[in-house]
């Protein structure tokens, strides 16, 4: 579409991913205990990471930046930090905290409750110091838990591709902090929530609250609010019409 588009591998993710030796092995006994080897990685790591990638790109002019499911936490500190470099914020099906400081309490509300992304947890996260999954797993029930979580509306032998980009650790101290912008900073930048109606890892009721308590956090600047028929991966599922909405916001 003409548009120049930049995708960034944060700390402990993608290129960047540290994997637990049990995970490489695939020691899946000892993966259920096994201390992450990202656990000491937090959201101000990533918020420095997309930053630095942001001062580079807006030597072309504004950057709009966009951040899926965890990633909405590290747009909104980006946001925070460079708010006069960013010219919309764009959370597609993503947390954006604001009455409660992070997605661990956002994790535990009622809205969040149908969610299905905690059935395929394994290990405790308090000892491993990460939310960790197994994307190696040979279990065939796990496997379609996952994919019916993540990708809901991806055919099985496409979700298997796709399931072998994933990174097993999500980082618990990136989960606990506090991932809440200024209505001053973050606020005054321009947003848009992109809505999954039929996301099984973050609910539809949980994506609305998130709406709601910003707009009313920042009145004057509430969320333009797009909704797409799809499940917690779009970009899978319909990259074609999530490219043709993100398209119509630049």
Known sequence: MGHNVFSIDLPGSGLNARYPKSYLSNDFVKLETEVSPAK????????????????????????????????????????????EKIARLVYLTAFVPTRFKSLS????????SSTLASSIYIGD???IGAVRINPRSGDAAYVEKSRIAFYGDVPNEEF??????????????AVNDDA?????????????????????ALPI??????????????????FDVKTLEASHSPFASMPDVLAGVLGGLL
């Open 40 to 83: 000491d990685v937090h959201l101000s790591d990533y918020r420095d990471a997309i930053v630095a990638q942001i001062k580079e790109l807006s030597k072309f002019g504004k950057v709009t930046l966009v951040g899926h499911s965890f990633g909405g936490l590290a747009i909104t500190l980006a946001g925070e930090a460079v708010p």
């Open 205 to 222: 009721e949980l994506q609305d609250r998130m709406i709601a308590e910003a707009d009313a956090m920042t009145p004057a600047n509430k």
């Open 180 to 200: 809440r912008g200024t209505a001053q900073r973050w606020g005054a930048v321009p947003r848009t929530f992109i809505r999954c109606t039929q996301d099984r």
């Open 125 to 127: 996260p308090s000892v």
């Open 160 to 173: 298997i591709g796709f399931a072998s980009y994933l990174n097993p650790d999500l980082p618990l101290a």
């Open 105 to 112: 309490e956002y994790s535990v509300l009622p809205e969040n």
